[in-house]
């Protein structure tokens, strides 16, 4: 994909990235940027959820899955993006390890996804919970 960062049209507006091709242009939003590099970071081991970026009094609140790129800053620099991930992880995990394989896994995912080159990932771990035993539900057909 080095084609589409070598033809990286800077706009006036920052808040989306903007590539020009022989055919056209591509504009992918910082709030895109964002829920993908949320999705790639929940599917990380030892990470419950994403949270709000301004914590407020110590508390740290775990967003629903249909707000979960508000977990994330992104920064439009030349040199590439700088995600900057508001995470809660799972009690009980090495936070280093996890941080690191978040950032991974983020970076790869983005760079495949979009093309787009990336900076820095950082991850800010804004809470710990104990994760809960996901039991499944599901509907008994015989007893209706």
Do not use: C
């Not at 084609?3 to 242009?25: C, P």
């Not at 990470?47 to 775990?62: C, K, Q, Y």
């Not at 896994?105 to 979009?114: A, D, Q, S, Y």
């Amino acid at each position: 994909m080095r084609w589409i960062r070598d033809y990286i049209y800077k706009t006036g507006n920052k808040s989306s990235q903007r590539y020009y091709t022989e055919i056209g242009w591509v504009e992918i939003s910082e709030n895109a940027i964002a829920t993908l590099a949320s999705l790639s970071a929940l599917q990380s081991y030892g990470i419950v959820g994403m949270a709000v970026r301004s914590i407020m009094d110590g508390i740290s609140e775990l967003l629903h899955l249909e707000e979960i790129n508000k977990g994330v800053q992104v920064h439009v620099t030349e040199e590439g993006l700088i995600i900057e991930l508001y995470v809660i992880v799972a009690y009980g995990v090495r936070i280093p390890e996890v941080a690191h394989n978040v950032m991974e896994r983020v970076k790869w995912n983005l760079e495949r996804i979009t093309g787009l080159s990336i900076k820095e990932i950082n991850v800010n771990v804004w809470g710990i919970r104990v994760m809960e035993d996901k039991k499944e539900e599901t509907f008994n057909w015989e007893e209706g």
